[in-house]
């Protein structure tokens, strides 16, 4: 049984500048939500369309952010887009660095180490709790509890802190390269991941305690958003949102990529499909995040981390300083790129938005001809339509926390 | 291996909002006498970790000469185009002036400098690095396009990690007075 929906998805912007512009018969009315309202989360505007204070319409309109991310790949080696895709989604910059240097290592065909691949995982984990704290904590600012933002807010300066010690920034991380990393972990890293994993568990049962069972944050969330288990298939949503709509469906383990499969974690998934049931499956996730992070720290291989392919990685320093064929390959690695082979890759990982795919078209030599960045956050604004339809206005604030969306990434 | 999220329900008692209201206020009690978290900032300086990514700087050898030989590999490999190099020939009077080219010039637009360390790790002679400095500011835009003599000062002095002049009469590199390699042991 397939059921219909009536939905205009074909340039939404469009649609709501006809919308502005027609006389609308009777009471309803159009207003503009965003792009600076508190609640988009960036610069979203959202066109509504309301009865009253019921929403009959709404068209998201994206692109106010738009940086030509595609393009700007397109005029520069493989490794010196690395730095952009921090820019991508911005509140998981290690796991967008993670995805897209295994996107190029497809595309040339090469294996990275194990203990590369662990880093890796601790690495997008840390990004996926990261990335919930701050969905987490600004859902409950956007309903009414501040509370809980502050201590999620004091979490997440761990984890940055975190990201300074292994990749020497916060933010702006590009920790990984082709073929390996930056540079192995310090050894101080590990210290510090096992004390925040300790400390971090109590952080959640608190937030937990104060969101879950409040009769305020359940009535705003219950029921609100609806996102039926097959729409959020044939809207292509991916990511907690899929999963609290009740699909079983995570990369991690339907195609497991960097030494996943050694992980033993549990896939959360909500039964409703409502605003409530993805706070519940984001909220999962950062427990089960906690198990991933333990597991690769206590079986952490040893060895390096980089594969020892001088045509693709950079070689040793002590070498170049030295040595004239060092330094040769150096010159042509870092002035041609790295020669990738003709062909079209794509490759896809689970981010903590949902599924972050990169397709690159190589006609060979160092630039790619085409990349292409599937951003989830993208996909996943195509449900606000059908999520907001016959909600209340103050609901629509409800819903757009609970997709989680970053603009950088939507309109990259 | 999935699991399905448990929905609570919420219990008469918990329907009232009382609870709430009291878990939230012992909360915040049980955090009050806790250590803050918070710094204040420009008093307290927080503590940077060793591979921490701050400004871009040139450095000169202990002999004194300026470490860059031009070669411009960090300019064709910075991301934001924040470098610009001005190379020349080394002047006539200098020793070894046949040897190595030099920079005219060297800018860095600060404003465009994203600090991804790029040029740090592909420069082939180690002349470049990024000191920990994070809080640059500036009244004019002209005033953040830092020239050569400007890095130079930031940058300092830093050991060469091979001596390639070794063999034209330079001191050893644990000569009595020779500063302290800053950043050694970092990953190029």
Known sequence: ?412 | MTMQVERPKLTIWERTYLPQILHGLWLTLKHIPQRKFTRQYPEEKPPLHGAYRGAPTLVKDPEGRVKCVSCQLCEFVCPPKAIRITPRARPEDVPDANVEKEPEDFVIDMLRCIYCGYCEEVCPEEAIFLKQDFAIAGYTREELRFHKEKLLELGGVQPDSIWKWKFKGAPPLDAPGAPKREGAGRKG
């Not at chain 1, 501040?146 to 004091?154: A, G, S």
């Not at chain 1, 079986?299 to 594969?307: Q, R």
């Not at chain 1, 059908?386 to 103050?394: F, L, P, T």
């Open chain 1, 1 to 412: 049984m397939t059921t219909k929906h009536e939905m205009e998805l074909i340039d939404s912007a469009a649609r709501a500048q006809q919308v502005m512009e027609e006389e609308l018969a009777g009471e309803k009315m159009v207003i503009n939500m965003g792009p600076q309202h508190p609640s988009t989360h960036g610069v979203l505007r959202v066109v509504l369309e309301l009865d009253g204070e019921e929403i009959v319409n709404a068209w998201p309109d994206v692109g106010y952010l738009h940086r030509g991310d595609e393009k700007i790949a397109e005029n520069m080696t493989y490794t010196q887009f690395i730095p952009y895709t921090d820019r991508l989604d911005y509140l998981a910059p290690l796991a967008n660095n993670v995805t897209y240097a295994y996107a190029v290592e497809k595309l040339l065909g090469m294996d990275v180490p194990p203990r590369c691949k662990y880093i890796r995982v601790i690495c997008a984990e840390l990004a996926r709790i990261s990335s919930h704290l701050l969905g987490l904590g600004s859902f409950g600012m956007d309903v009414g509890a501040m509370t809980v933002f502050l201590y999620t807010f004091r979490e997440r300066e761990k984890i940055y802190d975190m990201a300074e010690c292994i990749s020497g920034a916060r933010f702006t991380t590009s920790y990984t390269r082709i073929g390996g990393l930056a540079h192995d972990m310090p050894p101080e890293f590990v210290p510090m991941l096992r004390k925040f994993l300790k400390e971090f568990p109590a952080t959640i049962d608190e937030v937990d305690k104060l969101l879950t069972r409040n009769r305020i944050f359940c009535e705003r969330a219950r029921g609100i958003g609806m996102l039926t288990k097959a729409d959020a298939i044939d809207l292509g949503v991916t990511g907690p949102c899929l999963r609290g709509s009740g699909v079983d469906w995570d990369i991690r383990k339907a195609h497991p990529y960097s030494s996943y499969e050694d992980f033993e974690f549990e896939v959360p998934l909500g039964s409703v499909g409502d605003s409530y049931d993805r706070y519940l499956v984001r909220m999962e996730e950062m427990r089960q995040s906690v198990r991933i992070l333990q597991q690769a720290i206590d079986n952490l291989p040893d060895g390096p981390v980089n594969s020892p392919d001088a045509k693709i990685l950079l070689p040793d320093k002590e070498a170049v300083l030295t040595k004239m064929e060092e330094l040769i390959h150096h010159f042509i690695n870092v002035t041609e790129g790295i020669n990738a082979p003709p062909g079209e890759v794509y490759f896809s990982a689970e981010n903590p938005k949902g599924e972050l795919g990169f397709y690159i078209v190589s006609k060979g030599g160092g630039t790619p001809h085409r990349l292409k960045i599937r951003s989830p956050s993208f996909v996943n604004l195509q449900a606000l339509p059908i999520m907001a339809k016959g909600h209340m206005m103050s609901d629509m604030v409800t819903i757009l926390a609970s997709l989680d969306f970053v603009m950088g990434e939507c309109d990259r």
